[in-house]
C-alpha cells in the first residue's frame, strides 16, 4: 500500500508569492491534517480536513488556508509568504479523526521543505 | 492548554547502551500519548503509543508506560543500536480530532 505522498518535495519561492502544497493520504483515508516544522518553533497544527470539511484549525494567520477534494486529495495554500514561512510542512492521513481509545492512526509524509528568500 | 515537555538534546550515546528520554505532559483529561520517529530527511513515523493511563506501548525494543499520576511517558530501550540514531517526539491528542500537541523533539546519536 502507498504512503502518504506529498508534492513538491522541496520548493524555493520569494517573499510576497503565494505557494501550493499537495497532499495524497494512504488509499482509503479521509482524514488529513498538516504541521509546520521549524527549528525554533517545532511541530506546530496547522488544521485538518475530514470528508472535504476542515474541522479544526491551528493558530495561524489567515495566510494559511486548506482545501480537501472529494477524492480526499488535500492542498494548503500560503499566500504573501514571509521569510518565516520557511518550514518542512507535513501532511498526515488516517482512515476517520482520532477518537479517543481508539487504535486509528495517522501516517506522516516525508514532507515539502520550503524556503522562502 | 495542552503541552509536551521533552527532554533537552542532544543526547550521545554509545551502542548497547540504555535510553531514556522523559516526556511529560499537561493536559485536561485522558488524552492518548504517542512517540514518533523522524530519520533524517525524513517525514515522522509513529513508534508506539498508549491510550490510557497505565498502558504500555512498545516497538522495536522501545517501551512507554502511561503514567497518569506523574503525568509522564518516558520512552526506554534496554540497548540502543547505531540505526536508532534520529530525533524523538513525544506526543498527545485529546480525541475528537486529528491534532497531536508536540514536544520539542530530542535529538539522538548512537556511536559504534
Known amino acids: 500500500k502507498a504512503g502518504v505522498t506529498q508534492t513538491p518535495r522541496y520548493l524555493i519561492k520569494t517573499r510576497g508569492q503565494q505557494v501550493t502544497l499537495s497532499c495524497s493520504p494512504i488509499?482509503?483515508?479521509?482524514?488529513v491534517s498538516w504541521y509546520q516544522q521549524t527549528p525554533g518553533q517545532g511541530l506546530q497544527f496547522l488544521f485538518e480536513?475530514?470528508?472535504?470539511?476542515?474541522?479544526n484549525k491551528g493558530n495561524f494567520p489567515g495566510r494559511f488556508s486548506g482545501r480537501q477534494f472529494s477524492n480526499s486529495r488535500s492542498e494548503m495554500n500560503v499566500s504573501t509568504l514571509e521569510l518565516g514561512d520557511s518550514a518542512l510542512y507535513l501532511c498526515?492521513?488516517?482512515?476517520?479523526?482520532?477518537?479517543?481509545?481508539?487504535?486509528?492512526?495517522?501516517?506522516f509524509g516525508p514532507g515539502t521543505r520550503l524556503l522562502v528568500l | 492548554g495542552d503541552s509536551v515537555t521533552q527532554m533537552e538534546g542532544p543526547v550521545t550515546l554509545s551502542e548497547e547502551a540504555f535510553l531514556t528520554i522523559n516526556c511529560t505532559y499537561t493536559a485536561t483529561g485522558y488524552p492518548s500519548l504517542f512517540w514518533y520517529v523522524q530519520y533524517p530527511g525524513e517525514g515522522l513515523q509513529l513508534l508506539l503509543k498508549a491510550t490510557k493511563a497505565d498502558d504500555k506501548g512498545s516497538n522495536k525494543g522501545f517501551e512507554a508506560t502511561y503514567r497518569k499520576e506523574t503525568t509522564s511517558f518516558h520512552l526506554e530501550k534496554g540497548s540502543v543500536q547505531v540505526s536508532d540514531s534520529a530525533v524523538y517526539f513525544c506526543?498527545?491528542?485529546?480525541?475528537?480530532?486529528?491534532?497531536?500537541?508536540f514536544g520539542k523533539g530530542t535529538k539522538l546519536t548512537v556511536n559504534p
Open positions: 506526543a498527545l491528542n485529546q480525541g475528537g480530532s486529528e491534532k497531536l500537541v
Open positions: 498526515a492521513s488516517s482512515w476517520r479523526p482520532f477518537e479517543r481509545n481508539s487504535q486509528e492512526t495517522q501516517y
Open positions: 488509499s482509503g483515508h479521509r482524514s
Open positions: 480536513y475530514f470528508s472535504e470539511t476542515q474541522r
